[in-house]
């Protein structure tokens, strides 16, 4: 990545930083950043030029000082980030979001959509940009693939968030086991940390300065009642504080991911928990993430695009009768999609399987892969065509059902072949409905 931005370094003025060795040959005005990624191309170079660490960049451009709150799970990344964000906001604290919604500043989007964890460079320079809006926190979601590449390097973290961890990226990280091993790499440390106690036997860390919290297992943070009957209300105990929340958002995933977000923001800020459980009715969730789209019919669009993820979504809504459209994306890990068709088999009363974003596979055959799951399952509908999926749902669509359209969220494009052709669920949905 090449950065315009002027900056001074061993008495040199350079009018651009990059972290991109292709971009210093023969370009005396772009300053290298070195990280952990690039250092093995670097080396290979005849010529060393004048570097720069990140761990120099954070001091240089003044970012010691910000608190960086990091949230890594299979499941939860953006709601639970996007919620100590927004909760933080209401609370009167100046803060930066980053993740793949993009950059956020005090309720502006000043970055379009990235990756979960950009490279170092680019989650420092978002940090700057946050810096220049006064933002005194940066959250950001940390993906497996960033702990692994070291993506991370140098950030001092004031907190560490823990949602869950299941199965997934097993096209990179090849078994469960090292995927685990993995994520549990970022607990390893004496940071300060909050762990999912219903989810903590997925992962290994160090016990200190760790909080916790569960709905199901005593937790620093505990849930002592609950009820997801239109929308979600609490009651909660933390030490000796005891208070209780309301949402409007859906899914007993979701209060899990919230009470990540409510046990993060008593952490770094020790405000009273009462005055924390306050603010949450204001945040109504991120787009495409259990988004209600239409409330008669009931449809809703998420993100879940594993089998973990389809189980948290559907065992959340399970006293409802479901209909559920879904598929499986390209070339990702196969081994998901038989079970992810399996798990849709046994929530699901009526299933519409289809393409998510195929790439460069056959369509066809992702289809097959996700049928093995199916089989003997009745009411079993599989096309290619996502928007003839929807529509035919749709239209067999009855007033005590709720249909689910997983797997691609927000996203406004279908991805075949190296091309994105505009396509999101929600539009398709609304388009339908009118006619």
Known sequence: MKITAEITHKDKMYKYISDNTSDIENNSEVLFVKTAQNSKYFDTLDSKP?????????????????????????????????????????????????????????????VDKSMTTPSILETLYNMRLCSEY???YFVMEVSSHAIDQNRIEDLKFALKVHTNVT?????????????????????????????????IKHITYNIKNAQSYGIDEPATLKVQAYSLLNGIVAGLKYMN????????????????????????VKMLTDKPLQEICDVVENFGGVAGRMEVVSQNPLVIVDFAHTDDGMYQVLDSIKDKDIVVVFGAGGNRDKAKRPRMG?????????????????????????????????????????TPDRKLAIKMALEDLKDDEVLLILGKGDETYQEVKGVKYPFDDREVVRELLSQ
């Not at 003044?62 to 990091?70: A, E, H």
């Not at 799970?73 to 009167?92: E, F, H, P, Q, R």
């Not at 793949?100 to 000043?110: L, S």
């Open 241 to 264: 504080e005891e208070a209780t929340f309301s949402s409007p958002m859906v899914g007993l995933f979701n209060l899990s991911n919230l009470l990540a977000a409510i046990g993060a």
């Open 342 to 382: 399996a798990v849709a088999g046994r929530f699901a009363k009526k299933i519409y399987v289809t393409s998510d974003n195929p790439r460069d596979e056959v369509p066809e055959q992702i289809l097959e892969d996700i049928l093995v799951g199916l089989r003997g399952k009745e009411n079993v509908v599989a």
């Open 167 to 199: 199965s997934d990226h097993l096209d990179y990280h090849k078994t469960v086991e090292e995927y685990r091993r993995v994520k549990s790499l970022f607990f390893a440390d004496e940071s300060l940390k909050l762990l999912n106690k219903d989810d």
């Open 134 to 136: 006064g933002c005194e």
């Open 50 to 110: 004048t570097y720069i660490t990140p761990k120099e960049l954070i001091s240089l451009w003044g970012l010691d000082s910000m608190k960086v709150v990091g949230v890594t799970g299979t499941n939860g990344k953006t709601t639970v980030t996007a919620a100590i964000y927004s909760l933080l906001i209401d609370l009167g604290y100046t803060v930066g979001l980053q993740g793949t919604r993009g950059v956020f500043a005090n309720d502006e989007k000043i």
